[in-house]
């Protein structure tokens, strides 16, 4: 018996953005492999804006009596925000998200459900995956720069196919564009996260050029990840590194003119340097003083929140009993005497 099939509803969210597969095609894959779950399941799809085609393809579904819930957006607001609503919108114990457009086949969800036994997330990563060399190149530099300032290893946080305990969501709130780090983001709560291997569905194998700016972007989402895993309860850390640095290289400056001045007689007016070593003191005293107003801050503000999560708690079931000084009092006790003291304890 496992984790799924012991609670009684799954629910499964598809946030529906730009990029998508035909519903009709979507959902009979999906379907089909949430049918082999064994488990009775609600199907969530949470509209990111206007989607008029999506939604008259949904429409279509629900008439022919498919049982599938739509949560429609006012407008634009990201994957991460979706998912997040859809979770608002959902019942069961189990929450499996899955992409609005086919990156793997349907009947490997449930490898991810069965993970749970053993993991509080599964992560899907495709395997082998089709992908041209510089798709291959880009997935490899993403997560070797991700592994460089976090120290985790992840195989395809691209893959949104993914399966979790509803504590996950409960904790872990996301924002942004954040979707794709919610494995990174589980693990440093404290969640057991397992990565698992899925089937690359055919109707993924494309070859797709992306913005500089994405890229760009991306960029700022390692490094808002990096300063969330390992800076947020201690900023300190962070600007006070900076700023030390900072002011010790602009006082090394400054001792060096001092002593050019001294011992060799170079004048420091029009002296670019100077003006830079003065800058950089003031900048590092800034920096550090911005990592104690952040101290500051969570000191006063974040005093109830925590950034663990306990697994398991093993107690003895009631306090101990008074012993007895052995000088005083047999070895073993009767029965009613025993109960005696335990009577007395209790009271």
């Not at 457009?101 to 449930?110: S, W």
């Not at 569905?201 to 808002?224: H, V």
């Amino acid at each position: 018996m496992t984790f799924a099939t012991t609670h009684s509803l799954i629910s499964v969210i598809v946030p529906v953005g730009e990029r998508q597969t035909p519903i009709a095609d979507l959902y009979a894959e999906y379907k089909s492999g949430l049918r082999l779950l064994g488990a009775p399941y609600e199907l969530i799809f949470v509209l990111d804006g206007l989607q008029p085609t999506a939604e008259r393809a949904l429409l279509s579904l629900v008439e022919q009596g498919e049982p599938i819930s739509i949560v429609s957006l006012s407008r634009y607001f990201g994957e991460a925000t979706a998912l997040m609503i859809g979770f608002d919108h959902a019942a069961g114990d189990v929450i499996v998200t899955l992409p609005a457009y086919l990156q793997v086949e349907g009947c490997e969800i449930g490898k991810l459900v069965a993970a749970l036994d053993a993991a509080d997330i599964a992560v899907g990563y495709r395997d082998p995956r089709a992908s041209s060399w510089f798709q291959t190149l880009r997935h490899r530099v993403f997560h070797g720069l991700l592994h460089l300032v976090t120290r985790l290893s992840f195989r395809d946080l691209g893959c949104n196919v993914r399966a979790l305990k509803r504590k996950v969501l409960e904790e872990v709130h996301l924002y942004g564009d954040q979707q794709r780090f919610l494995p990174l983001l589980a693990e440093r709560q404290g969640f057991r996260v397992s990565q698992i291997p899925v089937r690359q569905s055919n109707a993924d194998r494309r070859d797709e050029m992306y913005r500089p700016r994405s890229y760009t972007r991306g960029l700022l989402d390692i490094f808002n990840v990096f300063f969330l895993i390992r800076f947020t309860k201690k900023p300190l850390r962070f600007f006070g590194m900076i700023g030390v640095a900072t002011f010790a290289l602009g006082l090394l400056e400054l001792l060096y003119l001092i002593f050019d001045r001294i011992y060799f007689h170079h004048p420091l007016a029009d002296r670019p340097a100077l003006l830079l070593g003065s800058l950089m003191i003031v900048l590092g005293v800034q920096m550090f003083a911005l990592g104690l107003l952040g101290e500051l801050i969570i000191f006063t503000h974040a005093g109830g929140s925590k950034d663990y999560k306990v697994d398991r708690v093993i107690q003895y079931p009631g306090p101990v009993p008074a012993l007895i000084e052995s000088g005083n009092a047999p070895d073993k006790l009767p029965e009613g005497q025993r109960s005696d003291i335990t009577s007395s304890l209790s009271g």
